[in-house]
């Protein structure tokens, strides 16, 4: 039976969308005139940049607080996501944590929050929109990964780690979903001046500012990539030659180097 027709201006769901590249996500799908579902934590935030963006862009704005670590977040954006009434035809999940210490020194608890936030909501989320998506045969997920992800250059971090999941996952399912008419991609970007480190307390003061790149650049990146069909997209030449590196460079450079990294996740291994 075939999908419906969609009526009205396309939908996105934004995920971490009050900071960093889940706003500017939401910033930009806004001013192309997408309503869009913002989820955080902070209903504050959300509320004060829902404000915002329909009174700029002239666009619907609902906000979703959630807390996407737990089941309960979970379980409130696969409802959202499964409406038919106003279907979501863009889901981007950028809302991720990164842990400020060594797994040596980490607990149980931080690793699992990890996890839950950067894996586990990651997976649920998705699958949520691609029961709708596929029946629609229409729609696209941006899973936001990062560089990092490609080799274990942060020591002691299991960022990483999940990183590396979000990419191959995303790779894998944006291959099956295609023949639906669905795209799914992982948005790999290096550096990017966001509060992401700050809040992490991760060290970034000696980072050069060559490195860095714009949250704004990396989502105008990101949708052109989608646009192309690409299942990863690595926001500049820069990090595109780094992922080259990361996949081709010989394992022991590679510690080498990341042992000299200056984006420290703690000081428990000086």
């Excluded at 504050?44 to 329909?54: F, I, N, P, T």
């Excluded at 977040?73 to 981007?92: N, Q």
């Amino acid at each position: 039976m075939p999908a419906p027709p969609r009526t009205g201006p396309a939908r996105a769901l934004v995920t971490g969308a009050t900071a960093g590249i889940g706003a500017a996500f939401a910033r930009r799908l806004a001013a192309d005139g997408r309503h869009l579902v913002l989820v955080a934590r902070d209903g504050d935030r959300l509320a004060g940049l829902a404000a915002e963006l329909a009174e700029r862009h002239q666009v619907r704005v609902d906000i979703l607080p959630a807390d996407l670590t737990t089941d309960d977040g979970c379980l409130a954006v696969e409802r959202r996501l499964a409406e038919s009434a106003e279907p979501i035809e863009l889901l981007v999940n950028s809302a991720g944590i990164s842990l400020a210490r060594s797994f040596l020194r980490s607990t149980v608890e931080d690793e699992a929050r990890l996890l839950r936030l950067n894996v586990h909501a990651v997976m649920r989320l998705t699958l949520a929109a691609l029961a709708t998506m596929t029946v629609r045969r229409d729609g696209a997920v941006i899973n936001v990964s990062s560089v990092a992800g490609f080799g274990a250059v942060m020591p002691g971090s299991t960022y990483s780690a999940s990183k590396a999941w979000v990419t191959n996952f995303s790779e894998s399912v944006g291959q099956s979903a295609r023949r639906y008419g669905v795209r799914v991609m992982a948005l790999c970007p290096g550096f990017t001046r966001t509060e992401f480190h700050q809040r992490a307390g991760i060290n970034v003061s000696k980072m050069p500012d060559w490195l860095w790149l714009s949250a704004d650049d990396v989502v105008a990146e990101a949708l052109r990539d989608l646009g192309k069909g690409r299942l990863v997209s690595v926001p500049d030449w820069k990090y595109k030659a780094a992922v080259f590196g990361l996949r081709h460079a010989p394992r022991g450079l590679l510690r080498a180097v990341g042992g000299d990294t200056r984006a420290r996740v703690g000081r428990d291994e000086r």
